[in-house]
């Protein structure tokens, strides 16, 4: 459960505040990921790095912005939210060492609340 | 495309009884299917993982999950709930296809919430 680590774990902020969250993995993995959790929805997949460069970007709104400085660290940079966007925000990573059933292990989430 | 459908939203069992959480999945490739555990205001915890070795693949926390290629099921299951087991699980596939970077897509089921009658 300490593999991948979140903060903060609650976050509640206003709609013109601009906030970030940290993800930091001690797993030694080479790939990271950020994903939304909504209610009654599947895991949405929001950017993924793979040796700190960005490799996909599911479409997400401006408003969110990644930032991968290592392989051990990622950041979700939050500006101008919508209430919309409230959801649990998970950090996964994995290692991309090309063989089959590669696994993500994921942290705890953060819990935002935009107002 | 890969797809994965969780037949059940909610499930109740009742403490010692067997635990049956149905899966059903889609993948143009031979895929690695996954289990996953979401305790309350906890992140997701691996359960279990098939990649094309044995069919009957066995998890912590005394589940297990059968792979039936024929089916395209991936069934998760348990002899005896307790009271623990109450959670949020989640079945996930991957095509193994990956992409430039090998890095895996995941696509999650909807989930299925597990309650356990004391």
């Known amino acids: 459960e300490t593999g991948v680590t979140q903060t903060p774990r609650h976050l509640v902020m206003g709609m013109t505040n601009k906030k970030s969250l940290k993800c930091e993995q001690h797993l030694g993995h080479n790939a990271m990921y950020w994903y939304k959790q909504s209610a009654k929805k599947p895991l949405e997949l929001m950017f993924v790095?793979?040796?700190?460069?960005?490799?996909e970007n599911n479409s997400v709104p401006s408003r969110f912005s990644p930032e991968c400085p290592n392989s051990s660290h990622l950041f979700l940079h939050l500006h101008t939210l919508q209430p919309e966007d409230s959801a649990l925000y998970l950090c996964a990573s994995s290692q991309t060492d090309r063989v089959p059933g590669g696994t993500q292990y994921f942290g705890p989430g953060t819990r935002l609340t935009v107002l | 495309a890969q797809s994965v459908t969780q037949l059940d939203s909610h499930v109740s069992v009742s403490e010692g009884t067997p635990v049956l959480l149905r899966c059903n999945y889609s993948s143009s490739y031979s895929p690695s299917l996954f289990w996953y555990v979401q305790h309350p205001n906890k992140g997701l915890q691996l359960l279990l993982k098939?990649?094309?070795?044995?069919?009957l693949v066995k998890g912590i926390n005394g589940f297990e999950a059968e792979f039936k290629k024929s089916e395209t099921s991936f069934h998760l299951t348990k002899p005896s709930a307790h009271m623990s087991d109450a959670a949020e699980y989640f079945c996930?596939?991957?095509?193994?296809?990956?992409?430039?970077?090998?890095?895996?897509?995941?696509?999650f089921g909807t989930g299925t919430r597990l309650t356990i009658i004391p």
């Open positions: 790095y793979s040796l700190e460069e960005r490799v």
């Open positions: 996930v596939v991957s095509d193994q296809k990956g992409n430039l970077f090998g890095n895996e897509k995941l696509t």
């Open positions: 098939y990649t094309s070795a044995a069919t």
